[in-house]
């Protein structure tokens, strides 16, 4: 069982930064690969960013070039920096752990923090 926990989540003005946090608890936090979706009203979940276990990234097109995700393992704790941020950036910001082992999947989600890009 994991247990996620989102911070960092609030009011900026277009073109603005924000540093999104996810804390992990009760399990090895590096062995999961760790993604942050979006939901924003009246639309489907989004993935928006990707790191796998070993470090691997990827990003959705929309985001490559202003959103950086990295982890520290250490800390567990996986972090998603958001620069040059849009109108459209506007949303609830998941953070998700997801594991498949011997055809088991482990998925576990947070509660969300809500990012609002307004003037």
């Known amino acids: 069982q994991v247990q996620l926990v989102e911070s960092g989540g609030g009011l900026v003005q277009p073109g603005g930064s924000l540093r999104l946090s996810c804390a992990a608890s009760?399990?090895?936090?590096?062995?999961?690969?760790m993604s942050w979706y979006r939901q924003a009203p009246g639309k489907q979940r989004e993935l928006v960013a990707a790191?796998?276990?070993?470090?691997?990234?990827e990003y959705a097109d929309s985001v490559k070039g202003r959103f950086t995700i990295s982890r520290d393992n250490a800390k567990n704790t996986v972090y998603l920096q958001m620069n040059s941020l849009k109108f459209e950036d506007t949303a609830v910001y998941y953070c998700?752990?997801?594991?498949?082992?011997?055809?088991?999947?482990?998925?576990?989600w947070g509660q969300g923090t809500q990012v609002t890009i307004s003037l």
């Open positions: 790191i796998t276990s070993g470090g691997s990234t």
């Open positions: 998700n752990a997801y594991r498949s082992w011997l055809g088991v999947k482990f998925d576990y």
């Open positions: 009760g399990s090895i936090f590096s062995i999961y690969d």
